[in-house]
């Protein structure tokens, strides 16, 4: 059991010091690779995860070709390859570009954009989010100013019901009934609300104040930057697009704290069409998955490590959703494997501590109430947000707590005994409070 303690702060380190700012943005992208034991790795930005079924073949010829074979999915719907050659970088390249991944060498590490996997399709939420997806991205990919994000900086793009607004990106747009957009400029509640049409130029706006107000911090994210700084952006932002002849006005929303991922199943669509939504046990799909998958549709990879396939007609609906059951993706609920998550670990980093996805998977039992996310490290890479059991590896053993927002309780550290770590785990993902 786990014993009671007051509240802590939950701290997080830097994944793997490759984005601390003293050390210079050596987050990985498609054209710079990163060593890691297990290989060089790859990260593809795809923003709001969408992949037409050419660019999910050549993803996957990719990983056959030069890599280990498997697509790791990431916590921002992007997509990792391992095991490269550490000389196969103009391939890769090639390769990417031939499919319309690489729609701008210089901005290609900056084009993270998470999105509502579900908008458009089943007619909640109250905006269809994919012209902004389209627009942001082609003015991301415009724009000189913008080379100088991090390979962290996140753009949210939320269609009204919440889902990726809990995810606390840099900058989120979130639609409105009224026909408008609320821009979101950090995790703060103040937000302004613009057209909608207007929002990825909204957007796109702030990541530039962003800039000019991180120019002497050495802040990488908003959330990094000093406190009187942050506080002043929603209003310079405001400013600079009256100044563009763009209306604004101030506003406040609460964000939500819970980060909800579409449900696994058939999902209908207003248009007689299905899409299904299957979750990807540790996020990690092999060869003859991944062909399963990028044959039968579009692709919208999801910020929970899921695939969202669009277009289904009615009459092959059951049968391919049986299909990726037998493949072993997540497809209904009560799965063991539901709300498990678990970083790279042992043997592909080395700062990990141990191989916990082999662990997460020797402790999978009954669904809990609770995700649980297994890390390596203190880094905790790849961590979901709002509410989840967090188990990390340390010299002592396998410190288990109860995180919710910033806080983490209930702590308390097992031995390396896999049935007490076990009963532990599934102790804590039951556990109400």
Not at 17 to 34: E, I, K, N, V, W
Not at 89 to 102: K, P
Not at 135 to 142: A, E, T
Not at 311 to 321: E, F, T, V, Y
Request: charged share 20%.
């Amino acid at each position: 059991m786990l014993a009671a303690m007051s509240a802590s702060p939950l701290t997080t380190s830097p994944a793997g010091g490759a984005c601390a700012r003293s050390s210079g943005d050596a987050c990985p992208g498609a054209l710079r690779l990163h060593r890691a034991d297990d290989g060089a790795l790859a990260r593809i930005r795809i923003p709001g995860g969408v992949l037409t079924p050419r660019q999910a073949e050549a993803l996957g010829r990719a990983a056959e070709r030069l890599g280990d074979g498997e697509l790791h999915l990431t916590s921002r719907g992007n997509v990792q390859l391992r095991g490269l050659a550490p000389d196969c970088g103009t391939e890769l390249a090639s390769l990417l570009d031939e499919a319309g991944l690489l729609p701008s060498a210089r901005h290609e590490r900056v084009r993270n954009v998470v999105a509502s996997p579900l908008s458009g399709l089943d007619g909640l939420g109250a905006a269809d989010i994919r012209p902004w997806l389209t627009g942001l991205d082609r003015l991301l990919c415009g724009s000189d100013s913008a080379t100088a994000l991090s390979g962290r900086f996140l753009f949210a793009l939320d269609d009204g019901r919440g889902d990726v607004d809990a995810l606390g990106a840099d900058l989120t747009l979130i639609g409105h009934g009224d026909g408008g957009a609320l821009l979101r400029i950090g995790d703060g509640d103040a937000v302004l609300r613009v057209h909608a049409t207007d929002g990825p130029r909204a957007a796109l706006s702030a990541a530039d104040a962003f800039l000019d107000a991180a120019r002497d911090t050495g802040a990488w994210r908003v959330k990094d930057l000093p406190a009187d700084a942050a506080a002043a952006l929603p209003a310079e932002v405001g400013r600079r697009l009256r100044q563009a002849g763009v209306a604004v006005a101030p506003d406040r929303l609460h964000r939500p704290l819970e980060a909800r991922p579409p449900a696994p199943g058939p999902v209908q669509g207003t248009h007689g069409e299905y899409a299904l939504s299957v979750g990807v046990p540790l996020g990690r799909l092999d060869p003859a998955q991944w062909r399963l998958l990028s044959g039968a549709g579009e692709l919208r990879l999801t910020p929970w490590r899921g695939v969202v396939v669009t277009g289904i007609g009615p009459a092959r609906a059951g049968s391919l959703l049986d299909r990726l059951a037998e493949a072993g993706l997540i497809t209904g609920p009560g799965s063991p494997w539901a709300g498990v998550g678990a970083c790279i670990g042992r043997p592909g980093c080395a700062k990990s501590l141990a191989d916990v996805r082999a662990e997460a998977g020797a402790a999978v039992g009954p669904a809990g109430r609770l995700p649980v996310y297994w890390s390596g490290c203190e880094r905790r890479c790849g961590h979901p947000h709002g509410e989840w059991i967090d188990v990390v590896a340390t010299p002592d053993g396998h410190r288990i707590s109860h995180v919710r927002g910033d806080l983490a309780t209930g702590t308390a550290t097992v031995r390396d005994d896999p049935v007490a770590l076990a009963a532990a785990v599934a102790a804590a993902r039951g556990a109400r409070t």
